[in-house]
């Protein structure tokens, strides 16, 4: 399995997920010969099928926070990926809403699936988890709900997913180090928002981290009418990064942003 990283959707908030403008089936990420399904919203199954992503290959699912268009369809991909438990595996991570819920709100997954897994382990931020040979590390988030970024660090590459937050002092500093920076941008400049960020945030968290590559995505319908690709193109200019505004389909290949990769192909002059 070649390292890759597939936007099974770009969608980001309730009028763009809800009239399909942008799909919303998550990000997979693969690396170690592993697939990772991050955040499986509204027709993840449906986009899977139509990006050529086989879902039972995933070997883990993990989660943000418990909103519908992060976690829709958390259910319906553990049993893809289980044959419905028939062949109990795969590992979920997730916090305690995700998972188990509380006084206010209802957990997505529902406990016969949440028994089809291998297991699951609910996370807090500022936690390192390991599968195989790749440590993930979960970060802080504001967004109004219990909610967490992951960083993957890899042999061959690291990348970190921000995931939905506000801006704040301290939010960029646990990505240091990230080849690729994904964020979820949902308003363009000048629309302000307490619970996601905007292209001016996306600058100030860009010019800490210094990733070799940033991806903008989950946009807001705001987004789309301001152009993503404009966008992109402004907060390329103010950090000198490179900057993307994926869409779906999109598959990149992480390998050609991994600085440890070229460290080893200089080893050889």
Known sequence: MLPQIIFLGTGGDCFVVGKQLRASGGIIIRAEDMQFHIDPGPGALVRAEQYDVNLRENTCILVSHNHLNHANDINAVISSMTHAGLDKKGVLI???TVINGDNNIDPMLLNFYKNCLERYIIVKENQKI??????IRTTPTKHGIENIGFKFITPEFSLSYVSDTSYFTGLAEPHKGSDILILNVVNPSGVNSKTNLNSDDAVKIINIVKPKLAIIQHLGIKMIEADPMY???EIQKKTYTQVIAAKDG?????????SSLRQKTLKNY
């Open 94 to 96: 997730s916090n305690r």
């Open 130 to 135: 390991g599968v195989g040979d790749i440590e």
């Open 231 to 233: 966008e992109a193109r």
């Open 250 to 258: 999109m598959a990149i290949n992480p390998l050609s942003y991994s």
